[in-house]
């Protein structure tokens, strides 16, 4: 299926029950996330299926009676009347007596007759499945039978493809008719005749399909002949050599140009490669055309050769998204390339898809419970990629933007066998894993990686695809096989002769995830696993400590390592482990932003804005409320009586003018203000909290609440803190991910980013005001501007005062700065800007840290630390600790320290 997990689109959200879909933005979330994705599946059109409209259920007696030997079947497309007419040949092995047998179909075609021969057989059409009574009489247990169903009517048509299955009927920019057909989730069944199970594939198939000229039919398989079936018709011939997934029986028609060539295989063998592409993308079809047999050449040198060397590897441009379909490869993804950068050197569609020739095609799950098999690994080889292509840096930025995609709602690989909708769709089933088949299962893999070390993984990753070795040189077909993930982890055991066991039960056979607790005790740092149900798990943990990471075994789910003095250490440095991390619970904190003035600013640009003061110069406690705002601090944005968006901080709060975009708005308000960096999503389900107050009002703050008990908004407020248990109750009614993700079971690392541009431009803007105000002194307007870097007679009046640099005691002049206390931006007048008493002389990095609010003073000559600053950065800048005695400051430079203090200290807290 296609990787949509990695960036929830608009058209790929986990749904929590009863619930619309949320709207999640590509480009700018790094999902839930994700993806740029963060961030992503086949969840998202739970709301449309048909309840009857499922795959893989329950195998009724009368399907379990047989095997399935080869279909063949032979269809008539018309674009014009969007039908099909044809027949469906069918030739299968009986397992055990019964009086009749059932195939699937949509009751929306119709069944003309079922023949042996000349023979009819007597059946019936009801409910999605066809019943053909006097199996007895057709063949007896080990004996083959077949027989010939022709049908024909309009297939159900698929209203969000590939997600709602069925056929999709579009026109080319030219107008051509441009047809696809998709039906994972539903089943095959809802355009031809089959054994709708998972488990039961043809040996082979044949397909033929007759379209009007000059449209072409790519499917599966090698084209075996194309011939005139006459009045502007003509008939395709496919032919599969090798087993195939009904669902994976594709159809794609169109007025299609060809790029072909020819691999060499590492097996040995010369295959073709083909891509249908549609004429007017032709130029972008052949730059496309380049990264396939790239995509192909690390694919084989992973997981082993191409499995279906014997037929071809095919890709088709599609009017949907796109789909792992056996040999020929849906591909819709517009040519967008990847979500985490066009540097990332590959279309992540494409390469998602062709995974699946190997998860999914070459092994098949035996049943939908294990399709983690085909999603996590598939999804777990864009990661590989990307490290192969630009290292390990690029392999952990996508594994980190998978990681924010993981829900925790269902076990990835439940026990019990499970239909397709049970699998993915978190609306109609609440245990679904639904996309944790994706984002989930690639980090048990990637976490196992950690655990066995790369010789050994990738050595148990081959054989994953090819447990006998064997069978890499195989193309007749036997190479294909059912897979379960109990044999999976026999495979890792038998190549690693470890136990792990353990390691299958805690990560696939139930949904919480494991939490590392850290303490520091008599100078050693504790750690110790907790565990749901107190499973087993003696996952070990890396340490770094002062720039070396150490790797700390636990074998009885818990470890011990000597700090040797040292104080800071970060615990699993290069996010191996799939775990919650022990913290403060007031580590994420919860924010509800009033944007009813500025929503679409605000979201639309990445951030919060207020001013630092109401227009009377009064502290405003929803504004001192912005700096307040941490990096992974969850915003509830409120607009119009809905919550419209949620978000995560991603900066703490730094000065900056006010937002030009904002225009007329808040003409009051003061031009330099608060700024906090968000990534937000958009909501499509917008959840109104006054029709909620029930189960809302109980947690509403007793101070400074952004609602009225009735559930009315306060005008008054711009940013208001949200108790726990209100932003938890909140949560939940969105939907599972932001629940998830307020619970802290989704991990949302970000670094501290404070842009300057803003900044920079509105300096310059003074500094054009001040050049060209001509009732200055021409020099007067010269030591203002230059005073900007702390230059000219703002220097020297600063070094008659401050002779060395407070902090570090140098006292070189050639190494010291001449450092604002009130910045220059946001003097009051031309007299602060060059008054003696506003600067301190600072060496470069103390004038960094000062500026940028990580320290500040007291006036008594006590340093203070921001809470936001990085300690061990401080240190190895020869920083002293909080409250180290520089000396006291004269009355003229308290009072611009106050400012310094009260206005760039960042004040941002972890606890209160």
């Known amino acids: 299926m296609a990787s949509l997990t990695y960036h929830r689109t608009e ?223 003509r008939s395709f011939h496919w032919r599969v050599s090798t087993p195939i997934n009904n669902y994976s029986v594709a159809l794609n028609i169109a007025p299609y140009k060809t790029i072909e060539g020819k691999m060499k295989s590492i097996a040995g063998e010369t295959f073709p490669l083909i891509y249908y592409v549609l004429p007017e993308n032709y130029d972008k079809g052949k730059k496309l055309f380049k990264e396939i047999e790239l995509d192909l050449a690390f694919f084989e040198s992973v997981f082993g050769p191409y499995p279906f060397r014997a037929d071809k590897y095919g890709v088709a441009e599609t009017p949907h998204m796109g789909m792992e379909h056996q040999t020929i490869t849906a591909y819709g993804n517009e040519y967008r390339g990847n979500p985490w950068g066009d540097d990332q050197g590959f279309d992540f569609l494409l390469h998602h898809e062709m995974a699946h020739e190997w998860w999914a095609l070459l092994v098949t799950a035996k049943n939908w419970n294990d399709f983690w098999i085909h999603e996590g690994i598939g999804t777990y ?186 104080k800071n250490y970060v615990l699993d440095p290069l996010n191996w482990t799939l775990c919650l991390r022990s913290k403060p619970r007031t580590a994420m904190r919860y924010w509800w932003v009033n944007q009813n003035q500025t929503y679409r600013q605000e979201v639309s640009g990445g951030y919060l804005w207020s001013p630092k003061r109401n227009a009377n110069r009064a502290r405003n406690p929803f504004y001192e409320t912005m700096r307040e705002v941490a990096p992974g601090d969850l915003v509830f944005s409120f607009c119009n009586t809905r919550i419209c968006a949620v978000g995560i901080a991603c900066s703490y709060a730094y000065e900056c003018p006010k937002p030009e975009e904002f225009g007329s708005t808040g003409r009051n308000w003061e031009r330099i203000g608060w700024r906090v960096d968000v990534r937000f999503t958009e909501l499509a389900t917008l959840i109104r909290p006054k029709d909620w107050m029930d189960v809302l009002r109980p947690h509403l703050p007793a101070r400074y609440s952004p609602l009225q008990a009735n559930g009315n908004g306060l005008q008054g407020v711009y940013l208001a803190r949200l108790p726990e248990t209100f932003a938890l109750t909140l949560a939940e009614l969105i939907g599972a991910e932001v629940a998830a993700l307020a619970r802290a079971e989704l991990v949302f690392e970000v670094d501290l980013h404070l842009p300057e541009q803003e900044m920079v431009l509105w300096e310059d803007h003074l500094r054009k005001q001040i050049e060209g105000d001509e009732s200055l002194p021409a020099t007067e307007r010269q030591q203002l501007v230059i005073a900007r870097r702390g230059q000219g007679q703002f220097r020297e009046g600063v070094q008659r005062r401050e002779t060395r640099c407070r902090v570090t005691h140098v006292d070189r002049a050639e190494h010291l700065r001449a450092s604002h206390c009130k910045p220059w931006r946001d003097c009051d007048s031309n007299a602060e800007r060059l008054d003696a008493n506003n600067g301190l002389m600072l060496t470069p990095s103390v004038d960094h840290l000062f500026d940028r609010g990580f320290i500040s003073f007291e006036n008594d000559g006590r340093l203070l630390v921001s809470p936001v600053a990085h300690i061990p950065s401080l240190q190895r800048m020869g920083i002293p600790a909080e409250g180290h005695d520089v000396g006291r400051f004269s009355t003229e430079q308290a009072r611009y320290l106050e400012y310094h203090r009260d206005a760039v200290l960042l004040r941002s807290r972890l606890a209160g």
């Open 381 to 566: 080889a864009q990661a590989l990629y990307a490290e192969r292509l630009n290292g390990p840096e690029a392999y952990r930025h996508v594994m980190g933007e998978q990681r924010r995609g993981i829900a925790n709602r269902g076990a990835v690989a439940p026990r019990e066998p499970r239909s397709s909708q049970e699998m993915y769709f978190t609306s109609k089933w609440e245990q679904s894993p639904a996309g944790d088949i994706y984002n989930k299962g690639s980090w048990i893999i990637h976490s196992l990686r950690y655990l066995l070390g790369d010789e050994a993984f990738f050595r148990v990753l081959r054989r994953f695809a090819y447990p006998d070795p064997a069978m890499e040189k195989v193309t007749d077909g036997s190479q294909c096989r059912f897979a379960t993930t109990d044999e999976l982890l026999a495979i890792a055991q038998k190549e690693t002769g470890r136990e792990l066991a353990w390691y299958w039960e805690l990560y696939l056979r139930q949904p919480a995830l494991p939490e590392l607790i850290s303490e520091v005790k008599g100078g050693s740092l504790h750690l110790a696993w907790k565990t749901p149900k107190d499973l087993p798990f003696p996952m070990p943990v890396d340490v770094e400590i002062g720039g070396k990471i150490t790797r700390v075994e636990m074998p009885d789910g818990a470890g011990v390592m000597p700090l040797r003095g040292r």
């Open 11 to 233: 058209s790929a959200p986990i749904l929590h029950p009863g619930d619309q879909p949320m709207k999640f933005s590509a480009s700018r979330f790094l999902p839930f996330l994700g993806a740029p994705a963060a961030l992503l599946t086949l969840c998202a059109a739970a709301s449309a299926q048909d309840p009857d409209l499922d795959s893989g259920l329950p195998i009724p007696p009368e399907q379990a009676c047989y095997d399935v030997l080869t279909y063949d079947l032979a269809l008539k497309i018309d674009p014009e009347k969007h039908s099909i007419e044809g027949t469906l040949g069918m030739r299968a092995r009986v397992l055990q007596a019964s009086e009749s047998i059932l195939l699937d179909l949509d009751d929306r075609l119709k069944v003309a007759s079922i023949t042996r021969g000349e023979e009819k057989l007597d059946f019936t059409h009801e409910h999605g499945r066809i019943r053909i009574r006097g199996l007895a009489e057709l063949a007896k247990p080990g004996e083959v039978f077949e027989f010939t169903v022709a049908y024909a009517g309009v297939p159900r048509e698929a209203v969000r493809p590939p997600w709602d299955g069925g056929f999709t009927w579009s026109k080319t920019a030219a107008g051509a008719p441009w047809i696809a057909t998709s039906c994972q989730g539903e089943g095959a069944d809802l355009w031809w005749p089959c054994k709708d199970q998972p488990d039961d594939e043809p040996e082979s198939m044949d397909i033929r399909i007759t379209v009007p000229e000059p449209l072409i039919c790519a499917s599966n398989g090698r084209l075996m002949k194309t011939e005139a079936a006459g009045r502007g018709w």
